[in-house]
């Protein structure tokens, strides 16, 4: 028995194969390419997107001798295509997530924002697929309407999958649309009439655990039924086991995601959060806050590449673990401004405290502190939202392999921070769902036994020093706001 887990990303495409202990048999990954057509416009090939699927499938299940049971999708989430459904070719290339050509139809929308935020959790930003929807709409030679059909990229991959027999999405993939009522959830007329998007274009919503038909159209995979969809952040939640109220996980890439499930509590933050549908343990919608952070592993990054002064992000470690403090030394990496919970869009980074005893140690170590000062601010703002303290932070992404940013984590939380031994929480949780679905799992107290942490980081800073710590981190983004 094994599960197939599609992770379609925004730099690239990983399937992976799970067998039934939560063991990773085998992987392939395939980069996209990235369409930049003017400045701040984003773009992917839907057909390429598709090939990276079928190649990184079919070598998977070329390696495995076995039967795949059933396959789990995730992907990243707000991502537009629109396609024809009689001839199954997009009428334009995929808008991706990070694309901003919608700013102006945004300002189109500004009377209707409070409305929109209240019934979707979201604030009208052009990061959401709604608008991107509009635009296509507007800017496509369109003969009949009623023949095209809108998908996230889930829906898209299912519609291909399935040979064009399902076109459908899931709650946690629809709630980043702008067209979802989260709180009844259902696509909202009035929403809908807002951006003037007619019904016929959109997916059935389904459970992220549920029947979303059998492949049709890759030979090797012919008749496996896909069990599960969500999107790339809620899937990492499942696949770290928070399936409770008040568990968190943070995501240390080259941005930070935290997300914690707040179970049937809708929370509007008023700390900059955005309120979202997750999964709980049943595979059914609840709801989450998610706090974003622009530059988290890229500060490491951009160490290495743009200043030169290390040569891998690895070795950041033992270098800021060669100094005792920072020296009053911060920097504040809003290079694309502050997201959750400053949002400043125009803010620019800064380095500030710098005195004729700094070095290059003091600089490493902190670029590695902002990392864990920005996670702490989400934290801070979703603790305050929902008056809960989680018991711990679970954490995933490549910058978890840093001892000393996941130990400094832990001291500014005051709380533990735990690192599974598998961090591919995104397929994980995939293969989570698709596994419980078709029964290879029983229930999500088996999953809980499957992960293993590698690691669990205690708070070990006395509350004095952290908050020298935390008063210059402050100090720091005041001063960068300023300026
Ligand atoms: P993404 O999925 O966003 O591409 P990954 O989860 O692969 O990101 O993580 C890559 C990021 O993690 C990079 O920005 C890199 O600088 C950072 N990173 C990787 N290893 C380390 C490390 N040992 N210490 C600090 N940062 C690291």
């Keep these: 028995m094994s599960i197939l887990a599609i992770d379609q990303g925004t730099t690239g495409t990983r399937s992976v194969l799970y067998d039934s202990s939560g063991k990773i048999i085998a992987d392939s990954y395939r980069e996209i390419n990235q369409?930049?057509?003017?400045?701040?416009?984003?773009?992917?090939?839907?057909?390429e997107i598709w090939k990276t699927v079928v190649d990184t499938a079919v070598e998977l299940t070329a390696a495995c001798r076995g039967e795949v049971t059933a396959i789990g999708i995730t992907n990243q989430r707000e991502t537009v295509i629109v396609w024809d459904k009689t001839t199954g070719h997009p009428i334009c290339n995929a808008i991706v997530w990070q694309c901003r050509r919608t700013i102006g139809l945004c300002a189109r929308y500004v009377d209707e924002a409070e409305m929109i935020a209240e019934k979707t959790g979201l604030p009208l930003d052009p990061y959401f697929s709604a608008t991107k929807i509009r635009?296509?709409?507007?800017?496509?030679?369109?003969?009949?309407?009623?023949?095209?059909?809108?998908?996230?990229?889930?829906?898209?991959?299912?519609?291909?999958?399935?040979?064009?027999?399902?076109?459908?999405?899931?709650?946690t993939n629809a709630s980043r649309t702008l067209l979802y009522n989260i709180r009844e959830k259902k696509w909202d007329d009035d929403l809908l009439n807002v951006f003037d998007i007619p019904c016929s274009l959109l997916p059935d919503v389904r459970n992220?655990?549920?029947?979303?038909?059998?492949?049709?159209?890759?030979?090797?995979?012919?008749?496996?039924p896909i069990r599960a969809v969500a999107g790339d952040q809620q899937s990492a939640l499942f696949g770290?086991?928070?399936?409770?109220?008040?568990?968190?996980?943070?995501?240390?890439?080259?941005?930070?995601?935290?997300v914690m499930n707040t179970g049937d509590r809708f929370i509007r933050s008023k700390n900059g959060l955005?309120?979202?549908?997750?999964?709980?343990?049943?595979?059914?919608?609840?709801?989450?806050?998610?706090?974003?952070?622009?530059?988290?592993?890229?500060?490491?990054?951009?160490?290495?590449?743009?200043?030169?002064?290390?040569?891998?992000?690895?070795?950041?470690?033992?270098?800021?673990?060669?100094?005792?403090?920072?020296?009053?030394?911060?920097?504040?990496?809003?290079?694309?401004?502050?997201?959750?919970?400053?949002?400043?869009?125009?803010?620019?980074?800064?380095?500030?405290?710098?005195?004729?005893?700094?070095?290059?140690r003091h600089i490493v170590r902190a670029a590695l502190e902002s990392i864990a000062y920005q996670s702490y601010d989400v934290f801070l703002?979703?603790?305050?939202?929902?008056?809960?303290?989680p018991q711990s932070l679970i954490v995933d992404g490549g910058a978890v392999e840093n001892g000393f940013l996941m130990q400094f984590q832990a001291d500014m939380l005051g709380v533990a921070v735990h690192k599974p031994h598998n961090t591919e929480s995104t397929s994980l949780g995939a293969a989570f769902l698709a596994g419980l679905k078709s029964g290879v799992w029983d229930s999500t107290e088996e999953l809980l036994s499957l992960r293993h942490l590698q690691h669990s980081y205690e708070p070990a800073m006395d509350e004095e020093r952290k908050l020298v710590y935390l008063e210059g981190w402050n100090r720091a983004v005041r001063q960068t706001l300023a300026g």
Excluded at 135 to 164: A, P, Y
Excluded at 208 to 221: K, N, Y
Excluded at 340 to 355: N, R
Excluded at 381 to 389: L, S
Aim: one cysteine or more; proline letters at 3%.
């Design 240 to 258: 770290q086991c928070c399936f409770t109220e008040g568990e968190v996980k943070n995501t240390y890439g080259t941005g930070c995601f935290m």
């Design 135 to 171: 635009w296509i709409l507007e800017h496509s030679s369109i003969e009949n309407i009623e023949n095209l059909l809108f998908g996230t990229v889930d829906s898209w991959l299912l519609w291909k999958l399935t040979g064009g027999e399902v076109h459908a999405t899931d709650y």
């Design 35 to 47: 369409i930049y057509p003017q400045e701040g416009w984003v773009e992917h090939d839907p057909v």
């Design 274 to 360: 955005l309120t979202t549908l997750a999964i709980d343990a049943a595979g059914k919608p609840c709801y989450a806050l998610e706090g974003s952070i622009f530059i988290g592993g890229a500060v490491i990054q951009w160490l290495r590449d743009e200043i030169g002064i290390i040569g891998n992000a690895a070795e950041s470690e033992a270098i800021a673990g060669e100094v005792a403090s920072n020296a009053g030394v911060y920097i504040v990496p809003a290079f694309t401004g502050l997201g959750a919970p400053h949002w400043h869009a125009d803010a620019k980074g800064s380095i500030v405290g710098l005195t004729r005893g700094a070095n290059k």
């Design 208 to 224: 992220p655990m549920d029947d979303f038909g059998t492949v049709e159209s890759i030979g090797e995979l012919r008749g496996v």
């Design 381 to 389: 703002a979703m603790v305050t939202d929902t008056g809960v303290t």
